[in-house]
Protein backbone atom coordinates (compact mmCIF):
# COMPACT_ATOMS: atom_id res chain seq x y z
CA UNK A 1 0.00 0.00 0.00
CA UNK A 2 1.15 3.77 -0.65
CA UNK A 3 2.14 5.65 2.13
CA UNK A 4 0.72 8.76 0.71
CA UNK A 5 -2.81 8.43 -0.62
CA UNK A 6 -4.52 11.48 -2.14
CA UNK A 7 -8.69 11.53 -3.07
CA UNK A 8 -9.73 11.62 -5.39
CA UNK A 9 -7.79 11.37 -8.24
CA UNK A 10 -9.12 13.26 -10.65
CA UNK A 11 -12.03 15.43 -10.22
CA UNK A 12 -14.34 17.51 -12.42
CA UNK A 13 -16.17 20.56 -10.62
CA UNK A 14 -18.40 23.86 -11.86
CA UNK A 15 -17.18 27.20 -11.18
CA UNK A 16 -18.76 28.07 -7.70
CA UNK A 17 -18.62 24.58 -6.55
CA UNK A 18 -17.38 23.32 -2.99
CA UNK A 19 -14.89 20.88 -3.52
CA UNK A 20 -12.44 18.65 -0.86
CA UNK A 21 -9.47 16.92 -1.82
CA UNK A 22 -8.37 14.32 1.11
CA UNK A 23 -4.51 13.47 1.62
CA UNK A 24 -3.59 10.21 4.35
CA UNK A 25 -0.48 8.98 5.11
CA UNK A 26 0.42 5.84 6.85
CA UNK A 27 4.10 6.95 7.45
CA UNK A 28 3.56 8.45 10.78
CA UNK A 29 5.04 12.16 10.28
CA UNK A 30 4.01 15.13 11.85
CA UNK A 31 4.38 17.63 8.93
CA UNK A 32 2.11 17.69 5.99
CA UNK A 33 1.73 20.03 2.74
CA UNK A 34 -0.56 20.52 0.16
CA UNK A 35 1.25 21.57 -3.52
CA UNK A 36 -0.56 22.67 -6.68
CA UNK A 37 1.41 22.09 -9.68
CA UNK A 38 0.89 24.12 -12.96
CA UNK A 39 2.66 23.47 -16.34
CA UNK A 40 5.86 25.41 -16.49
CA UNK A 41 5.51 26.82 -12.88
CA UNK A 42 7.19 23.65 -10.84
CA UNK A 43 5.14 23.02 -7.60
CA UNK A 44 3.87 25.53 -5.28
CA UNK A 45 3.24 25.38 -1.70
CA UNK A 46 -0.31 26.05 -0.47
CA UNK A 47 -0.37 25.20 3.35
CA UNK A 48 1.21 23.18 5.35
CA UNK A 49 0.70 21.60 9.18
CA UNK A 50 3.40 21.03 12.02
CA UNK A 51 1.45 19.19 13.56
CA UNK A 52 -2.79 18.62 14.20
CA UNK A 53 -3.54 22.35 16.25
CA UNK A 54 -0.99 23.52 13.89
CA UNK A 55 -1.49 25.03 10.86
CA UNK A 56 0.83 27.58 8.14
CA UNK A 57 -0.24 29.78 4.83
CA UNK A 58 2.32 28.92 2.25
CA UNK A 59 2.77 30.95 -1.10
CA UNK A 60 -0.37 30.63 -2.72
CA UNK A 61 -3.41 30.29 0.13
CA UNK A 62 -6.21 32.41 -1.24
CA UNK A 63 -8.80 31.00 -2.68
CA UNK A 64 -7.51 27.44 -0.55
CA UNK A 65 -8.51 25.92 3.17
CA UNK A 66 -7.11 23.23 4.68
CA UNK A 67 -8.20 20.67 7.92
CA UNK A 68 -5.96 18.70 9.91
CA UNK A 69 -8.55 16.27 11.53
CA UNK A 70 -5.53 13.91 12.52
CA UNK A 71 -2.01 13.20 12.48
CA UNK A 72 -2.69 10.66 9.21
CA UNK A 73 -5.20 13.01 7.53
CA UNK A 74 -5.42 16.55 5.91
CA UNK A 75 -7.39 17.78 3.64
CA UNK A 76 -7.56 20.99 1.38
CA UNK A 77 -10.82 22.61 0.46
CA UNK A 78 -11.66 25.11 -2.54
CA UNK A 79 -14.65 26.57 -1.12
CA UNK A 80 -15.91 28.63 -4.57
CA UNK A 81 -13.89 26.68 -7.11
CA UNK A 82 -12.95 28.98 -10.33
CA UNK A 83 -11.26 27.92 -13.46
CA UNK A 84 -7.65 29.11 -12.93
CA UNK A 85 -7.48 26.65 -10.07
CA UNK A 86 -7.45 23.98 -12.46
CA UNK A 87 -3.90 22.11 -11.76
CA UNK A 88 -2.37 18.99 -10.25
CA UNK A 89 -2.59 19.29 -6.29
CA UNK A 90 0.38 17.31 -4.20
CA UNK A 91 0.18 16.20 -1.05
CA UNK A 92 3.51 15.74 0.74
CA UNK A 93 4.38 14.43 4.39
CA UNK A 94 7.90 14.51 6.33
CA UNK A 95 9.40 13.65 9.53
CA UNK A 96 12.26 14.19 11.66
CA UNK A 97 14.95 11.71 10.84
CA UNK A 98 14.80 11.03 7.66
CA UNK A 99 17.03 14.55 7.10
CA UNK A 100 13.20 16.47 6.23
CA UNK A 101 12.91 14.17 2.97
CA UNK A 102 9.39 14.34 1.53
CA UNK A 103 7.43 12.05 0.72
CA UNK A 104 4.35 12.91 -1.95
CA UNK A 105 0.83 11.12 -2.98
CA UNK A 106 0.12 10.73 -6.56
CA UNK A 107 -1.79 13.89 -7.01
CA UNK A 108 -4.88 14.96 -7.96
CA UNK A 109 -6.12 16.27 -11.26
CA UNK A 110 -8.63 19.08 -10.91
CA UNK A 111 -10.06 20.64 -13.74
CA UNK A 112 -12.73 23.34 -12.70
CA UNK A 113 -15.11 24.39 -15.88
CA UNK B 1 12.48 35.00 -1.38
CA UNK B 2 13.65 32.14 -2.69
CA UNK B 3 14.12 31.80 -6.61
CA UNK B 4 15.16 27.98 -8.13
CA UNK B 5 15.89 27.73 -11.83
CA UNK B 6 16.60 24.52 -14.19
CA UNK B 7 18.02 24.65 -17.55
CA UNK B 8 17.29 23.40 -19.60
CA UNK B 9 13.72 22.91 -19.89
CA UNK B 10 14.15 20.20 -22.03
CA UNK B 11 17.02 17.07 -23.17
CA UNK B 12 16.58 14.90 -25.68
CA UNK B 13 20.17 12.66 -25.86
CA UNK B 14 20.44 8.84 -27.50
CA UNK B 15 20.69 6.04 -25.12
CA UNK B 16 24.26 5.50 -23.12
CA UNK B 17 25.20 9.61 -22.93
CA UNK B 18 26.33 10.81 -19.51
CA UNK B 19 24.48 14.11 -18.87
CA UNK B 20 23.93 16.76 -16.82
CA UNK B 21 20.82 18.62 -15.23
CA UNK B 22 21.75 22.27 -13.99
CA UNK B 23 19.30 23.75 -10.83
CA UNK B 24 20.97 27.79 -9.32
CA UNK B 25 19.02 28.96 -6.79
CA UNK B 26 19.50 32.87 -5.24
CA UNK B 27 19.40 32.33 -1.14
CA UNK B 28 22.40 30.15 -0.07
CA UNK B 29 20.87 29.54 3.33
CA UNK B 30 19.48 26.49 2.48
CA UNK B 31 19.02 23.16 4.75
CA UNK B 32 18.79 20.68 2.14
CA UNK B 33 18.32 20.18 -1.99
CA UNK B 34 16.52 17.44 -2.80
CA UNK B 35 15.84 16.17 -6.51
CA UNK B 36 13.05 14.37 -7.51
CA UNK B 37 11.75 12.54 -10.70
CA UNK B 38 8.50 12.72 -12.43
CA UNK B 39 6.69 10.81 -14.53
CA UNK B 40 3.55 11.52 -16.82
CA UNK B 41 0.85 12.13 -14.76
CA UNK B 42 2.40 10.49 -11.42
CA UNK B 43 3.96 12.08 -8.60
CA UNK B 44 6.87 12.99 -7.23
CA UNK B 45 9.72 10.18 -6.53
CA UNK B 46 12.38 11.79 -4.32
CA UNK B 47 16.16 10.55 -6.35
CA UNK B 48 18.86 12.69 -3.51
CA UNK B 49 18.67 14.58 -0.90
CA UNK B 50 22.03 16.56 -0.42
CA UNK B 51 22.12 18.38 3.47
CA UNK B 52 23.64 21.78 3.34
CA UNK B 53 26.88 20.12 4.70
CA UNK B 54 27.40 17.84 1.94
CA UNK B 55 29.23 18.32 -1.21
CA UNK B 56 27.81 15.35 -3.14
CA UNK B 57 25.42 12.62 -2.84
CA UNK B 58 25.58 9.22 -5.08
CA UNK B 59 22.70 6.58 -5.87
CA UNK B 60 23.41 4.11 -8.65
CA UNK B 61 23.89 5.80 -12.00
CA UNK B 62 22.48 8.98 -10.24
CA UNK B 63 25.25 11.34 -8.71
CA UNK B 64 24.36 15.11 -7.17
CA UNK B 65 26.60 17.65 -6.33
CA UNK B 66 25.76 20.87 -4.27
CA UNK B 67 27.56 24.04 -4.46
CA UNK B 68 26.09 26.66 -1.61
CA UNK B 69 27.95 29.30 -2.03
CA UNK B 70 27.56 29.61 -5.93
CA UNK B 71 24.03 28.71 -5.69
CA UNK B 72 24.40 25.65 -7.84
CA UNK B 73 23.68 21.74 -8.17
CA UNK B 74 23.91 19.35 -10.67
CA UNK B 75 22.51 15.76 -10.87
CA UNK B 76 24.72 13.45 -13.13
CA UNK B 77 23.02 10.66 -14.96
CA UNK B 78 25.77 8.32 -16.49
CA UNK B 79 25.30 6.02 -19.17
CA UNK B 80 21.52 7.15 -19.79
CA UNK B 81 18.75 4.64 -20.34
CA UNK B 82 15.07 5.14 -22.29
CA UNK B 83 13.84 4.21 -18.80
CA UNK B 84 15.00 7.53 -17.32
CA UNK B 85 12.79 9.69 -19.36
CA UNK B 86 11.25 11.58 -17.39
CA UNK B 87 10.90 15.12 -15.87
CA UNK B 88 13.74 16.54 -12.97
CA UNK B 89 12.97 18.65 -10.55
CA UNK B 90 14.87 19.98 -8.00
CA UNK B 91 14.23 21.76 -5.39
CA UNK B 92 15.81 23.97 -2.17
CA UNK B 93 14.84 22.94 1.32
CA UNK B 94 14.43 26.04 3.67
CA UNK B 95 16.10 26.52 7.03
CA UNK B 96 13.72 28.09 8.68
CA UNK B 97 11.57 25.58 10.73
CA UNK B 98 8.87 25.44 8.40
CA UNK B 99 11.53 23.28 6.10
CA UNK B 100 9.72 24.51 2.98
CA UNK B 101 10.20 23.58 -0.49
CA UNK B 102 11.35 26.01 -3.34
CA UNK B 103 11.08 24.09 -6.65
CA UNK B 104 12.37 24.95 -9.95
CA UNK B 105 10.21 23.89 -12.98
CA UNK B 106 12.06 20.89 -14.08
CA UNK B 107 13.63 19.52 -17.39
CA UNK B 108 12.41 17.31 -19.14
CA UNK B 109 14.46 14.43 -20.09
CA UNK B 110 14.22 12.23 -23.54
CA UNK B 111 16.54 9.42 -23.70
CA UNK B 112 15.93 8.37 -27.31
CA UNK B 113 16.75 3.98 -27.80
Known amino acids: DADVTQTPRNRITKTGKRIMLECSQT?????MYWYRQDPGLGLRLIYYSFDVKDINKGEISDGYSVSRQAQAKFSLSLESAIPNQTALYFC????????????FGPGTRLLVL | KQEVTQIPAALSVPEGENLVLNCSFTDSAIYNLQWFRQDPGKGLTSLLLIQSSQREQTSGRLNASLDKSSGRSTLYIAASQPGDSATYLCASISSGSARQLTFGSGTQLTVLP
Open chain 1, 92 to 103: ATSGPGQRETQY
Open chain 1, 27 to 31: KGHDR
